[in-house]
T-cell receptor, first 108, second 115 residues
Framework: DAKTTQPPSMDCAEGRAANLPCNHS???????VYWYRQIHSQGPQYIIH???NNETNEMASLIITEDRKSSTLILPHATLRDTAVYYC?????????FGPGTRLSVLP | EAGVTQFPSHSVIEKGQTVTLRCDPI?????LYWYRRVMGKEIKFLLH????????ESGMPNNRFLAERTGGTYSTLKVQPAELEDSGVYFC?????????????FGSGTQLSVL
């Protein structure tokens, strides 16, 4: 079973920030938090990952709480093309256990 | 740089037939993974190769599934004989190393329909 819980769906207005939460209260000390997304029927696409510090790249920001029991993925200016299923995964290594993810709908 | 490529993109076969899926990882990636999503379920890990060796095949559903990676380059996943419950999307992924700080690159998948 996945070690993360995410809301099943969220809506976001185009141009606004999308904040996707994830709970991972049983995360181990050496496990990273990864975020991937799947658009339509394409393969999952890497977004960002981190261990305990906040991370930012050209796609998104990842905020991890100090106790590492939860995190938030932030898409700063959501576009229609960001509509997808977003997966939060905790793992050491890449033998991932996917949960159902959050279906994000960006609305015009 | 070419990404992970999978062939065919779609396959429709009858129950009892054999199907072979192929995956070409990103050049230089020693780690190759197979995942699948069957109808209504989450994406599930099947197995992990490091070069030509099977590092972890704990997710393989049964002995009707055979994965190979001869020479440590491309990989094939054979289903023989195929059953109805094997229908789904089979994803291949690759990474340069295994462990932390490593991105996984996925292919677009093979949609398998068993009738």
């Amino acid at each position: 079973d996945a070690k993360t819980t995410q809301p099943p769906s969220m809506d976001c207005a185009e141009g606004r920030a999308a904040n996707l939460p994830c709970n991972h209260s049983t995360i181990s000390g050496n496990e990273y938090v990864y975020w991937y997304r799947q658009i339509h029927s394409q393969g999952p696409q890497y977004i960002i990952h981190g261990l305990k510090n906040n991370e930012t790249n050209e796609m998104a920001s990842l905020i991890i709480t100090e106790d590492r029991k939860s995190s938030t993925l932030i898409l700063p200016h959501a576009t229609l093309r960001d509509t997808a299923v977003y997966y939060c995964i905790v793992s050491y290594g890449q033998n991932f256990v996917f949960g159902p993810g959050t279906r994000l709908s960006v609305l015009p | 740089e070419a990404g992970v490529t999978q062939f065919p993109s779609h396959s429709v076969i009858e129950k009892g037939q054999t199907v072979t899926l192929r995956c070409d990882p990103i050049s230089g990636h020693d780690n190759l993974y197979w995942y699948r999503r069957v109808m209504g379920k989450e994406i599930k890990f099947l197995l992990h190769f490091v070069k030509e060796s099977k590092q972890d095949e704990s997710g393989m559903p049964n002995n009707r599934f055979l994965a190979e990676r001869t020479g440590g380059t491309y990989s094939t996943l054979k289903v023989q004989p195929a059953e109805l419950e094997d229908s789904g999307v089979y994803f291949c992924a690759s990474s340069q190393v295994w462990g932390d700080h490593e991105k996984l690159f996925f292919g677009s998948g093979t949609q398998l329909s068993v009738l």
